[in-house]
């Protein structure tokens, strides 16, 4: 089993930036392709971003590719999701999510975090 818990939601005006992080325990994560969803009011899960093992190959959805950038620390279990130039549309709890294929939808990843809020003020 891995737990995965979000944290470095808030508050944030449009144009500004914030940093989620996402540690994992449970068992080590270096194996897996992590990933960030995220999810509106009334809206579905949608996918942000994955990074896969290697640290190599890394996968954007449209709307936040050139903004976000995600990363990993293999060695503190522990992935990230940097996210600049925040849009009012950018609101949204942030998931964080493990052992999934790289674009894979909500339902083909296995492990969740509770999730941390992402609010931005226009």
């Known amino acids: 089993q891995v737990q995965l818990v979000e944290s470095g939601g808030g508050l944030v005006q449009a144009g500004g930036s914030l940093n989620l992080s996402c540690a994992a325990s449970?068992?080590?994560?270096?194996?897996?392709?992590m990933a960030w969803f995220r999810q509106a009011p009334g809206k579905e899960r949608e996918f942000v971003a994955a990074?896969?093992?290697?640290?190599?190959?890394?996968y954007y959805a449209d709307s936040v590719k050139g903004r976000f950038t995600i990363s990993r620390d293999n060695a503190k279990n522990t992935v990230y999701l940097q996210m600049n130039s925040l849009k009012p549309e950018d609101t949204a709890v942030y998931y964080c999510?493990?052992?999934?294929?790289?674009?894979?939808?909500?339902?083909?990843?296995?492990?969740w975090g509770q999730g941390t809020q992402v609010t931005v003020s226009s």
């Open positions: 999510a493990a052992n999934g294929p790289p674009y894979g939808s909500a339902a083909q990843y296995r492990y």
């Open positions: 449970g068992r080590t994560i270096s194996g897996y392709t």
């Open positions: 990074i896969q093992w290697n640290f190599v190959n890394t």
